[in-house]
């Protein structure tokens, strides 16, 4: 006969309950090796959601004490490992998409330019240029491939530190293993944070079950479990602790089965694909300006040849896009995050590295963060209300611990106490309330071995307490409670009460005589070492750190003092009741961005202090390790859980890090300032070639009809982004502000930047060709102004294009090293490995112009005087350009200060700032949780509409840095804010499987009751 799992519970009723709901099958005998997979999870035949408990046990061939080790072998060979298989792409169709995004249609377009558009006037086609831009676009795709395929490896390696665990009895003993390896039959243990690792029904509850099932059905609230209740892989237990047996793993959960539903999840937009898209259209709107200029002025004024006009033309589709820009950004991104875990800091979502720079506000838990999360008690300082004594005290609050999976709480009562072996000893526990967060205490009821007697113990946070408390509960008990905390806070200690009732009727849930106050117990959580000193450099980043704990408000002052963060700190009833009218603070916005920190705060609380500040216009960072922080982890643009997470913690956060404290996470700012501060010097620098190579080639054309070779601005392309590549590994000093992609900012850098370069190649060119400064003083070559009939014609000297060449290249990709740092380009070392690149790149390209002799691209070596001449002129040039970036960091950076200072005051605003944060929050209001780092955002719809519409395009270059990690939420893959739909095909006969419950929740989502659900197309095959 099949083990009966409930036999070993006490909640009767549950049982029967369920029961009543259950279906009867015919088991067949060893059924979980005879059948199928296919046929188990026949829910026409054996539905394992509804049938008898005892017949699950049955089915799955499992008792009570788990399987052994050799059924496990079995099984996963059978039912394979608890995860989705993700379908990878061919690498033959990843590798071509390199070559599919704007970008690269553009150096298409130019070599088909060169191949078939570039013929006449008695030449043949533009071979030449037609293999260089085909062996440029292989070359940047196979590098993007390449390093795209080691970046995702790397990220997969970091994704494997935060692969989901589960607690499972095998062999008649518990043991924590990877839920992937969890096979139908496990008896698992699930506990208030964790996130369920399969489909199970449940065999044991403790303390009112209830899980969130929101990210798999929709719902807005916990649903409360019983015994013999299904629970669903990706779920959430909010409250109580649990044990279940496996019924589905993979493939054959809820979640597997729902999404085989879907057909296609659409193309989400990612937010460094839109920055691509902005980077990528300015560059080409750029080209297109100035190729319209040429043909007007090329065709139409100077009566050009349409050979010679085609040759100029293409110069600026080759020189013009930044090719390798989508790869360099996303690598840089991808080792970023493999060197932010070397610092402890884990991102599961990489693309909130981006964020992560722009923090102005982080706010911190007290405990565990600011705090070490080493409780002791106080024992000298405990009070007593009763006859029992501190010891006693201590020993009641033991009894109403967890023995096994304690909190810090508990762990420092037991640890206090002594042997954990003598705290039961003598008494048998008849039901256990584990802590949850609304009602902060736990409760147990046991029985005394030697007289059969009943008792409760309580201990909890001590109004929760108090209000329990009916017995003995006089005003002067009361008066010298409030006292004895607000004694306690003073001295920044917390306050846990403890209280004993009896219950004559000796029944578990019978009636008790009314809890009577025993005790309270001061709980101390000393500071770290380095929590001040953080917070001091935190404020030097611009950074404002504020305290948001549950704890009261006189402990939560005192530690604010002790660790420099400032005691301007709320009770989080002012969120709803508005600030005191002694503060200053004109309206709660006003109070929350200045205050140091709030106290007393539940979730909710946390939740709104974060949308407060988002729609004031601030990136928010906020560290969380309970399942009550879930929410207000997933609201904030960055989400951090701490060391020691709960897995819903975890599943919510964007960086989990993996050792205590605040340094920490002021490491990973600093980190991710300088990932950003690559991009950025990359965006800049690849930015301003662009600006100048249309500006100045086109300028030299129309002052000068000048037509430089197209071929030698492929190997000036090819130069630069060989060593350009090495950007992200550069040495870069962190941005003393927070930092985002300021767009305004990084064009007008770039347009500045690219008109000066401009000015020196257009000028260096009047100097040889309208002078004889460089003949008279160094006795070079001249060139002359040759007539329309010489060939070649006007100052198209070979020798010319030479040296121009070289001008460009020097001083072009020596530009790096301005944009790379913040004071002089000399005063901060770049990485060796792009000092290296750059010597190289250009000692090829001085090799070239002096030496080379290439008839088919009219270049002719102008010797090592001329070389010289260029290298001394792009040195004098090279200097000024540090003084402009100083001139536009002048504009730039007091509009930075201002806002970091403004986040830094506790003072309350002034007009002019409250006046300026209505503005932003006019903006800011649609941006919901994740707000775009992208600046300037007025009325820029048309531009957004675009780039959204292009961004899809670089997909291949930023995929791997979409990490699915260790949290699977169903319903987040359908619930998207607008655009495309998300195609669903139902197979009828897998729909028809769903059990009745399942097949509502499907329903829900496919069907898109939701408000923010896509519209979908649901196609029945």
Not at 416 to 439: C, H, M, S, V, Y
Request: net charge negative; with cysteine.
């Amino acid at each position: 006969m099949a083990p009966d799992a409930n036999n070993k519970n006490s909640n009767d009723g549950d049982e029967g309950e369920n029961k009543n709901k259950a279906t009867t099958v015919d088991i067949p005998e060893n059924a979980v090796k005879t059948l199928t997979v296919e046929e188990m999870y026949d829910k026409e035949k054996y539905d394992l959601s509804t049938m008898e408990q005892g017949d699950v046990f049955k089915m799955l061939d499992a008792t009570p004490e788990g399987l052994t080790d050799e059924e496990v072998a079995e099984r996963l060979e059978k039912f394979g490992h608890n995860k989705l298989d993700h379908k990878e792409k061919s690498a033959i169709i990843q590798f071509l998409l390199f070559m599919w995004n704007p970008l690269s249609w553009v150096m298409e377009m130019a070599a088909i330019v060169a191949i078939a558009v570039s013929n006449g006037g008695g030449q043949p086609p533009d071979w030449e240029d037609f293999v260089g831009i085909i062996l440029l676009l292989l070359a940047n795709s196979i590098i993007g491939f390449i390093e795209q395929r080691n970046a995702g490896n790397a990220v997969k390696a970091l994704m494997e530190a935060l692969a989901p665990e589960a607690k499972v009895k095998r062999n008649g003993e518990w043991k924590v293993i990877e839920a992937s390896e969890l096979v139908p039959g496990d008896i698992i243990s699930v506990k208030l944070g964790d996130v369920i690792p399969a489909d199970g029904r449940l065999t044991a509850a403790h303390g009112g079950v209830s899980i969130d099932q929101a990210a798999l059905t929709g719902e807005s609230l916990p649903v409360n479990k019983a015994i013999g209740d299904e629970i669903f892989s990706g779920s959430t237990c909010k409250q109580g602790e649990a044990e279940a047996i496996v019924i589905g793993t993979g493939l054959n959960t809820f979640f597997g089965r729902a999404a085989k539903l879907v057909g296609g999840s659409g193309d989400e937009v990612g937010h460094l694909q839109t920055i691509l898209a902005h980077i990528g259209n300015f560059c080409i709107v750029g080209i297109v300006i100035f190729i319209v200029a040429e043909i007007l002025v090329m065709y139409a004024g100077f009566r050009y040849a349409y050979r010679r006009g085609i040759n100029n033309l293409l110069v600026l589709l080759i020189g013009g896009i930044p090719i390798a820009m989508p790869t360099v950004l996303s690598v840089t991104l991808a080792i970023g995050a493999k060197q932010l875990s070397e610092h402890k800091a884990i991102v599961t979502h990489i693309t909130a590295i981006e964020e992560l720079a722009a923090v102005t506000i982080l706010c911190s838990d007290k405990t565990g963060t600011l705090t070490l999360n080493k409780l002791v008690i106080d024992k000298p300082a405990i009070k007593t209300y009763s006859d029992a004594d501190g010891n006693q005290i201590i020993h009641f609050a033991a009894i109403a611990s967890r023995a096994e999976n304690q909190d810090a709480i508990d762990a420092c009562i037991t640890g206090t106490f002594g042997d954990i072996k003598k705290i039961r000893a003598g008494i048998q526990e008849l039901d256990f309330k584990p802590f949850n967060p609304t009602d902060k205490r736990t409760e147990i009821t046991y029985k005394l071995d030697d007289d059969g007697t009943v008792h409760r113990i309580s201990k909890g946070m001590s109004h929760a307490i108090l209000d329990l408390c009916t017995r003995e509960k006089t005003a002067e008990v009361t008066a010298q409670l409030n006292a004895d905390v607000d004694e306690f806070a003073r001295r920044g200690l917390r306050a846990l009460a403890v209280a004993v009732e009896d219950v004559p009727s000796g029944e578990v849930e019978g009636e008790g005589n009314g809890f009577k106050l025993v005790g309270l117990l001061p709980i101390y959580d000393p500071p770290r070492s380095d929590t001040k000193e953080t917070i001091e450099r935190a404020m030097e980043l611009g950074v404002k750190v504020k305290m948001i704990t549950g704890d009261q408000l006189a402990i939560a002052k005192e530690t604010g003092r002790r660790l420099g963060l400032g005691d301007n700190m709320f009770l989080s009833k002012t969120l709803k009741d508005g600030p005191p009218p002694e503060s200053g603070y004109k309206d709660v916005d006003d109070l929350v961005l200045h205050a140091d920190g709030f106290a007393g705060v539940y979730p909710e609380h946390k939740y709104e202090i974060v949308e407060k500040l988002q729609n004031m216009g601030y990136m928010i960072a906020m560290t969380g390790d309970g399942v009550n922080d879930a929410p207000a982890l997933s609201k904030a643009n960055v989400g951090v859980a701490v060391a020691d997470a709960s897995d819903a913690a975890r599943s919510a956060a964007d960086i989990v890090l993996t050792e205590p404290g605040l340094s920490v996470i002021i490491e990973a700012i600093l980190g991710s300032r300088q990932i950003f501060q690559r991009m950025r010097n990359y965006a800049i620098y690849t930015c301003s070639i662009t600006i100048r190579v249309i500006v100045g080639f086109s300028v030299l054309i129309f002052a000068f009809k000048f037509d430089f070779p197209s071929f030698m601005v492929l190997i000036l392309a090819i130069l630069n982004d060989g060593t350009i590549m090495t950007i992200s590994k550069d040495r870069v000093q962190p941005s003393p502000y927070p930092n985002k992609w300021n767009l305004s900012e990084i064009f007008t850098y770039a347009i500045i930047y690219g008109i000066y370069l401009a000015a020196s190649t257009v000028v260096f060119f009047a100097v040889i060709v309208k002078t004889t400064f460089f003949q008279d003083s160094f006795h070079v070559d001249s060139f002359y102004n040759y007539p329309q009939s010489h060939d070649p014609p006007g100052y198209n000297d070979p020798k010319l294009h030479s040296i121009i060449y070289l001008q460009v290249s020097t001083i072009s990709q020596a530009l790096i090293f301005v944009t790379r740092s913040r004071s002089f380009f000399f005063m901060e070392r770049p990485s060796v490995i792009l000092v290296c690149a750059f010597i190289i790149a250009q000692l090829v390209a001085t090799f070239i112009a002096v030496y080379a002799d290439w008839g088919f691209t009219e270049i002719r070596g102008c010797g090592w005087a001329w070389a010289a001449i260029v290298w001394v002129w792009n040195v004098i040039w090279f200097f000024p350009l540090d003084l402009l970036k100083f001139t536009l960091r002048a504009y730039f950076d007091p509009k930075q200060q201002q806002a970091v200072a403004e986040v830094l005051q506790n003072e309350p605003s002034t007009e002019e700032q409250q006046t300026r944060r209505k503005s932003t929050m006019g903006g800011a209001g649609a941006q919901g949780a994740r707000r775009s780092t992208v600046g300037s955002e007025g009325a820029r719809s048309r531009r957004e509409t675009i780039s959204q519409a292009t961004a899809k395009y670089y997909a291949p270059h930023t995929q791997h840095l979409e990490t699915s990690h260790h949290h699977r939420n169903f319903a987040r893959m359908l619930k998207t804010d607008g655009g495309e739909g998300v195609r669903v095909a139902v197979d009828r006969d897998e729909l028809r499987r769903f059990s009745l419950v399942q097949a509502h929740h499907a329903s829900k989502l496919l069907n898109g009751s939701d408000s923010n659900t896509r519209a979908r197309t649901t196609t029945a095959v």
